[in-house]
């Protein structure tokens, strides 16, 4: 790995369905294997420059979203690399039987991409609020769970993957996102990014929690406190060597995810570390409940999705820990 963290964080110039797109042409102008699906949100994943580029290689679905993942296992087994996507909540919980068995089970080289998860579904409301779709895929044997935090991280996992094999769920914000990572940054499957040492507590973030965790840390290091981030982009496999090294450095954890605490982010970790060397873990997330309509701001407000709430968790961590 080779990354690089911005000194300062302001929203990107470029929105991410749009780095997701550009990429994706990039990669099929030397790659004739590589093609995409969509399911009737052709403006809405902003995926029109690669159908008009594309035209052969681009299939609109329909809203028939188990199908569209059916279609690309199929063109898997024919020596294609297919990606697939849809938001959140119909990529995966319409899908979860044919990811499943079309794809994982029948170890097919499949790319699913959910868009608009957690709070940045916004202003769609509860039934497009996907607060569960990494938990739903969890437990699929075999399955690469990702979720970028902005576009450079996004661009360096798609051209990553242009030459896998396997399933892959990449979970995308679509629009502008904060930049946390400086051009040309590399990174490892699996590994987690050190963006931050510390020795009293671990903050553990993934997405658009990372900018949150980071100003957390810092007014955390103004009280005296030594609070290390993690970047846990990779949720599974997750990495369990670096989980076991800070639980040995910091003695306690935080994690920070846009998702439920159920079965997300928060778990792995806990699962993670009781394998190894048992720690407090604090979570801050969605405390099992449904997503509602609202803007991105007062969602984050709402739900606690904020550097303030991961303060407070990494207070009552380092008092667990002491206790």
């Avoid at 957690?118 to 509860?126: D, F, L, P, R, S």
């Avoid at 399933?167 to 490892?188: C, D, H, N, P, W």
């Amino acid at each position: 790995m080779s990354y690089t963290v911005k000194k300062t964080f302001e929203k990107e110039n470029v929105e991410m369905r749009a780095a997701y797109c550009a990429t994706l042409i990039e990669m099929a102008k030397s790659d004739e294997r590589i093609c995409v699906l969509d399911s009737d949100l052709v403006g809405s994943s902003g995926m029109k420059p690669f159908f008009k580029e594309f035209p052969e290689r681009a299939i609109d679905c329909g809203i028939q979203e188990n199908n569209m993942i059916g279609v690309a296992a199929g063109l898997s087994a024919a020596g294609m690399v297919p990606f697939a996507h849809s938001f959140a909540p119909f990529a995966v919980r319409r899908c979860l039987d044919q990811i499943f068995i079309s794809c994982a089970y029948a170890k097919l080289n499949v790319r699913i991409l959910g868009t608009d998860p957690g709070i940045t579904a916004a202003y769609n409301g509860g039934t497009h609020m996907p607060f569960e779709d990494m938990a739903a895929l969890m437990a699929v044997p075999e399955i690469t769970l990702v979720e970028p935090t902005d576009s450079v991280q996004l661009r360096w996992l798609l051209r990553e993957l242009k030459d896998a094999w396997g399933v892959y769920y990449i979970r995308m914000a679509r629009k502008l996102q904060t930049g946390v990572f400086e051009e040309g940054s590399r990174f490892e499957l699996g590994k987690a990014a050190v963006l931050r040492d510390g020795t009293d507590v671990c903050i553990v973030a993934s997405g658009i929690m990372v900018k949150e965790a980071l100003a957390a840390a810092e007014s955390l290091a103004g009280q005296g406190i030594s609070a290390a981030v993690l970047n846990t982009f990779t949720w599974k496999p997750i990495d369990d060597a670096a989980l076991a090294a800070y639980s040995a450095k910091c003695g306690c954890f935080v994690t920070a995810e846009n998702h439920n605490v159920v079965g997300g982010l928060g778990s792995a970790v806990a699962s993670s570390l009781a394998k190894s060397l048992p720690a407090p873990v604090e979570t801050v997330g969605v405390q099992d409940r449904f997503g509602q309509v609202g803007t991105e701001a007062w969602l984050r407000t709402e739900y606690e999705l904020t550097d303030r709430a991961i303060e407070r968790a990494a207070k009552r961590a380092i008092e667990r820990k002491r206790g």
